[in-house]
């Protein structure tokens, strides 16, 4: 792998100005792309080159892989850093990217296909030891067999169409007396729906958590994890507020998941930066998929371990390998972050326009990343996401203080935010206490308003 | 037309009138003390809104040019540029040395090739949008473009 002279960077907003600042601490040259909407974007101000890659549309511009590498043909980019979403996860960029002899600063083409494809990927975490969900061998055929597989797997269990989606052709069992019903029901129910009425099963899990651990590789064998993120509080599978180390797990419990994730990285020769999540429930973990990117809450793990994540993935891109091994790795501290969006806190409506004023908190321990800036107006073609708040503290409970104080002082104004969700919940007694689950959130915001 | 006012002077107003038309503007308007006196030719009674609206569409066109990143050219008229579908890099002829494609004040036929633009190792002839006459070439044979670039102005 050869030196990284000059980094593009195939993104737009926060995540686009975090991995700008690693670039300039690292002393990189980099070069920022934007739509036509983007051109006052801040990522853009800051980078030592840009160049216009096309109209507003996501797909012309920040999806167009054509315009991107003739971006880095004409800069000289030799890397490209694809931040999260857009062309992060997308193999075919990988590759060719590697056929133009630029740097893809991820992992292979090859390990984005295996972990992209949910039946390959649960195959594979099966193989490198990752604990998954408890399920039949593929269908389940006979009375016989349900309640075989249903007494292996332990109650609840959620029978499945094989060739089902979106709730039909699916029915959950608590018992060995329902379970019958439950397999024949949703057989016809699949039947019906599908004219196919193989079913499967699967352990239903009531009251997860939310669970990922961060994972490192070197692409020569060597891996570490920086311990977990709970991500819990979520609405509609979106991440709202994510912290670590999570509330509900111990230092072995902990240790134990991660040296499980470390090792299966080693077996796989995992390169760059990755998250493996899991559902957590009872003391147990069910893998859900693995995604090998940056997340969007990397600066929790960030926070508790004191190891910026972007210089890592530029250090192993470029072909230094890790700059720490397992046991430098240490966890100070309990961090929170709050995904600040340009939405209503209640409705969730999306508030694109003008932002008229804009305070950011301050002091020890409060981090905010975010590319907005007073005056500036928020496109309406992209995600909502205006910001990040990130708050450090060396207990938890000194943590969500200085969270609330941290929300009182921000002020974002002309447009809604999702900042007065977050004042509510920092105030919350389930919240407080650590107690909460992948359903806590939904829950609470079908209650009406206090 | 004149505010008028009694006991006003017709010799002044004839005297403006003459003015008017020896310096054919359209408009003049006097003001003393309290007595304002205005004459315009017919049929521009609403003149005197004109030049207020008139002035900030005026004034848009460079100060949007100095916002934007790109040397977009917005005083010229935006039909008659031609603009970088593509980032990448420019060249002026078929290969180095060769005669260029257009020069200006080269009339051009709709469709026929401007210029190149090469882009993940492939040439891309960009074609004239219209037909008419190069009044103006804004790029250098080898200069990289970017997205929306303003590289041809066609009359």
């Known amino acids: ?450 | 037309m004149a505010d008028k006012k009694p006991g006003i002077d017709e010799a002044l107003i004839r005297n403006l009138a003459n003015i008017l038309n020896e310096t054919d503007l359209t408009e003049i308007e006097v003001e003393q003390d309290d007595l304002r006196i205005r004459v315009s030719r017919a049929g521009t009674t609403q003149y005197v809104q004109a030049p207020m609206m008139a002035a900030p569409q005026q004034m848009a066109a460079p100060s949007a040019a100095a916002v934007s990143a790109g040397p977009v050219v917005a005083a010229r008229n935006p039909d008659n540029v031609v603009s970088a579908p593509m980032v990448g890099t420019v060249y002026m002829a078929s290969a180095p040395g060769a005669r260029a494609f257009i020069e200006v004040g080269a009339m051009v036929k709709e469709g026929q090739t401007l210029l190149i633009i090469e882009a993940m190792k492939t040439m891309n002839q960009i074609p004239a949008p219209k037909s008419g006459k190069v009044t103006e070439i804004l790029i250098e044979d080898g200069r990289p473009v970017e997205y929306g670039e303003a590289l041809v102005i066609i009359e």
């Open chain 1, 1 to 450: 792998m050869p030196m990284i002279s000059k980094i593009l960077i195939a993104n737009r907003g926060e995540i686009a100005l975090r991995v700008l600042r690693a670039c300039k601490e690292l002393g990189i040259p980099c070069v920022a792309v934007h739509s036509t909407a983007d051109a006052d974007a801040m990522h853009v101000r800051l980078a030592d080159e840009s160049v216009c890659i096309g109209p507003p549309q996501a797909r012309d511009s920040y999806l167009n892989i054509h315009q991107i590498v003739a971006a880095c043909e004409i800069t000289g980019a030799d890397a490209v850093h694809p931040g999260y979403g857009f062309l992060s996860e997308n193999a075919k960029f990988a590759d060719i990217l590697e056929a133009h002899g630029i740097t893809f600063i991820g992992p292979t083409a090859e390990h984005i296909r295996l972990m992209g494809d949910k039946i390959t990927a649960k195959l594979t975490a099966v193989e490198l030891g990752i604990p998954v969900v408890p399920g039949s061998d593929g269908e389940v055929k006979t009375e016989a067999d349900a309640i075989k597989t249903a007494a292996e797997i332990g109650y609840p269990v959620l029978i499945k169409a094989t060739a089902g989606g979106g709730g039909r052709g699916m029915k959950l069992a608590h018992s060995p007396d329902d379970v019958i019903e439950a397999w024949s029901t949703a057989r016809s129910e699949s039947l019906a729906a599908f004219g196919n009425d193989a079913v499967y099963m699967e352990k239903y899990l009531t009251t997860p958590r939310h669970i990922e651990v961060q994972v490192f590789g070197d692409g020569e064998g060597n891996a570490i994890h920086l311990g977990e993120r709970d991500c819990s509080l979520q609405r509609r599978h979106q991440k709202v507020w994510e912290e670590a180390n999570s509330p509900a797990l111990n230092v072995e419990q902990r240790m134990k998941i991660g040296q499980i994730c470390a090792d299966a990285m080693k077996k796989l020769k995992y390169r760059g930066a990755g998250t493996i999540e899991f559902l957590y429930e009872n003391g147990e973990f069910y893998f859900i998929e693995m995604n090998t990117r940056l997340q969007v809450e990397h600066p929790v793990t960030e926070a508790i371990t004191g190891i910026d994540l972007v210089h890592e993935q530029i250090r192993v891109a470029s072909g230094g390998g890790l700059s720490v091994t397992q046991d430098e790795v240490h966890f100070q501290g309990h961090a929170i972050e709050c995904r600040i969006n340009a939405e209503d806190a209640r409705t969730f409506v999306p508030s694109p326009g003008t932002i008229t004023h804009f305070h950011a908190p301050g002091g020890l321990g409060v981090r905010i990343d975010s590319g907005v800036y007073q005056g500036y107006k928020i496109p309406p073609y992209y995600d909502s996401l205006i910001g990040k708040l990130i708050v450090h503290g060396r207990t938890r409970v000194e943590c969500m203080m200085r969270l609330r104080r941290a929300l009182d002082e921000f002020v974002v104004d002309g447009i809604k935010t999702t900042l007065p969700l977050f004042q509510d919940l920092v105030s919350n007694q389930d919240i407080a206490n650590g107690d909460y689950d992948i359903h806590w959130l939904e829950h609470y915001l079908e209650k009406p308003v206090e």
